[in-house]
DNA sequence: TATTTGTTTCGTAATTAGACGAAATACAAA
DNA sequence: TTTGTATTTCGTCTAATTACGAAACAAATA
């Protein structure tokens, strides 16, 4: 078991994975419908309304936002309420501001 | 020329873009770097020598950087200095910034 | 003019992302 | 039990990303 050299900073990778996951227009949409709508929590569906996408393609970009940790849907079948997580949501924007501001 | 109707904000897109450049820890390597020896500006070996990766594949990472207006690169043959590029920089932070607290 | 130097561009390959429609899922209601 | 509903997963396609080494570049120097 040899112990690599880490080149980049635990704090570098996280910076990095939580940009790739706002790194889509469709993401950032999805981000702000739900920190707008904070309190009622929202269905895949209210959004679908309004993006031009496929819902399976929605679907696929709600999955990476909740494998990043920036939301987290409860089920409710057959819906599923979709909101922010809030302890990945806050260590983006502590990270996020943390590395503009120095 | 028919006009299509906006999906995504202005601000949403802006905010992906940089974010999406932002989405590898290399290019976030490079921010740090860059933002860490601003009096300095910088030349491309100069990081290089501290990361894993060939140099054609930095200055990949560097192109994405400038065409997504982060930094900029001053030619002085056979160098570049790089640096930060002041405007993007802060209009990304002031983006970013606002996206989070809300 | 030929060489050296730091960097980029080119060509290529492998992987990942983004999109769609069809099929599957899981529960509620009829 | 069948039907309906909201959503996801699957299969597939195309395009973009990431990576490398080789070749090209542009200016300083021998």
């Known amino acids: 078991m040899e112990i690599k050299e880490k080149v980049y900073t635990d704090k570098q990778e996280r910076v990095a994975k939580y940009s790739k996951a706002l790194g889509h227009p469709v993401r950032v949409f999805i981000m702000d419908f739900l920190v707008k709508n904070a309190d009622k929590c929202c269905y ?34 057959p819906y599923i309420k979709y909101c922010i997580n809030k302890t990945g949501w806050s260590e983006a924007k502590e990270l996020l501001v943390t590395f503009f501001n120095r």
Chains 1, 2 share one sequence.
């Open 44 to 77: 895949s569906g209210d959004m679908a309304e309004e993006l031009p996408i496929a819902r399976s393609t929605l679907s696929q970009h709600l999955k990476e936002l909740k494998e990043a940790g920036l939301i987290q849907g409860e089920i409710n079948p």
